[in-house]
């Protein structure tokens, strides 16, 4: 396992659009391991593929004692909205309040290509609807009200 470098907002990785995985091989493993490695080290609360330069569909969230690896993903239901404080370990230094759904359920696969469903609200729901927009070159300084330095 390796700690992998987090870009910084700014490259233009950030930015792109990242591929369906179809791999769920060691390849995906080792990726899967090193991007936990890496969050536990920045201390953040989740991690997509695309802030460690690799564009494929994969994020990793943690929150309190639950921690998901989701690949492909997919948000099938929002409702409600929540109001609150976001960060992002490739936007260094900065945090501000971004509208969220306050409810989310998410489908995706899991590293060996098993399908499951989680049901999230809360916090949770905010780190799955932050990462999953990483996926799409979205970064949460595009929807904060007013970008603030820590
Ligand atoms: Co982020």
């Known amino acids: 396992m390796a700690i992998r470098n987090i870009l910084q907002i700014g490259d233009p990785t950030l930015r792109k659009k990242s591929f369906e995985v179809t791999d769920f091989g060691p ?6 391991d090193d991007m936990k490695q890496t969050l536990i080290k920045a201390d953040g609360c989740g991690l997509a593929a695309p802030q460690v330069g690799v564009l494929r569909r994969i994020f990793i969230v943690w929150v309190d004692d639950n921690y998901f690896e989701c690949i492909n ?5 929002e409702k409600g909205s929540q109001r609150g ?3 992002c370990l490739s936007v260094k230094g900065k ?3 971004v509208t969220r759904p306050n409810k ?3 489908s995706a696969q899991d590293r060996f290509g098993k399908p499951f469903t989680v049901k999230a609200s809360g916090l949770m729901a905010r780190a799955f ?8 070159g979205i970064i949460y300084v595009d ?4 970008l603030q330095e820590n």
């Open 27 to 32: 390849k995906t493993h080792e990726l899967l």
């Open 104 to 106: 989310v359920i998410v």
């Open 95 to 97: 945090h501000g309040i």
């Open 73 to 77: 993903p997919k948000i099938i239901s």
């Open 143 to 146: 929807k904060v009200e007013e």
């Open 129 to 136: 609807c932050h990462e999953n927009d990483h996926l799409d």
């Open 85 to 87: 404080e976001e960060g």
